[in-house]
């Protein structure tokens, strides 16, 4: 079975300062997409970045980047210049690219970051 | 620009009552659907997912049901709720983009079952 690990159930970090969080994940597919989701205390989930596998340049969205490493099956979330705002649930999530992926999306269990002022 | 609506927005129901949430999409046709759960402190598990209207696909055998009457509507129901079915449900939706769905989430429902 597939699997999303995320490995730091919390994370703390200074605002404007940078921060990193892990997901790691199991698959024996070749072709697939990854993406982080925030969930702030207001709980709606909300598409932060996402990659695609075949793409060996890391996505990036502002403040957002990852470092994907396909080999070792690793995909990062690094923020940049901390805000306030950022403090957040992070999930990491894989899903299937073929024709209708239809809701195979993983989720990992969450890492729980904290912006301190 | 497209939106998801769920209604409502908290509920609190005892065991063994009948339940009905709602999700609508707008801005968009012909959606896939999908219905997930998070229980307290957990991840999210998906429960239903709907490539068009009247096809329902269940991921998990459980006491709830969906139901896409419209296009652009999806019913999570249940018959009689259990206490294991609180949560917080979350309603999504995904159109093909590039040659994957991203989906998006609704704001969701808090479910406690008393």
């Known amino acids: 079975a597939q699997t999303v690990t995320q490995s730091q159930p919390e994370m703390s970090v200074q605002e404007a300062e940078t921060v990193t969080l892990s997901c790691t994940y199991d698959?024996?597919?070749?072709?697939?997409?990854l993406f982080w989701y925030k969930q702030p205390p207001s709980r709606q989930m909300i598409l932060v970045i996402r990659?695609?596998?075949?793409?060996?340049q890391n996505a990036t969205e502002n403040r957002f980047s990852v470092n994907f490493q396909k080999a070792a099956k690793s995909f990062s979330l690094k923020i940049s210049d901390s805000q306030l705002g950022d403090a957040a649930m992070y999930f990491c999530a894989k899903t299937r690219n073929y024709g209708g992926s239809q809701g195979n999306l993983i989720f990992g269990k969450g890492t729980k970051l904290s912006v301190k002022p | 620009s497209q939106t998801i609506h769920q209604w409502p927005a908290t509920l609190v129901q005892p065991v063994g009552s009948p339940l009905s949430l709602e999700c609508t999409v707008e801005?968009?046709?012909?959606?896939?659907l999908y219905w997930y759960r998070q229980a307290a402190g957990r991840g999210l598990q998906l429960l239903f997912y709907?490539?068009?209207?009247?096809?329902i696909s269940s991921e998990v055998p459980q006491n709830l049901s969906a139901s896409r009457p419209q296009d652009r509507q999806f019913i999570l129901s249940s018959k009689k709720l259990l206490l294991s079915d609180s949560g917080f449900y979350l309603c999504?939706?995904?159109?093909?983009?590039?040659?994957?769905?991203?989906?998006?989430f609704g704001p969701g429902t808090r479910l406690t079952v008393l």
């Open positions: 999504a939706w995904s159109v093909r983009l590039g040659a994957t769905d991203t989906q998006y």
């Open positions: 698959t024996s597919e070749s072709d697939y997409y």
């Open positions: 990659q695609e596998a075949y793409k060996q």
């Open positions: 801005g968009t046709s012909n959606p896939n």
């Open positions: 709907s490539v068009g209207i009247g096809q």
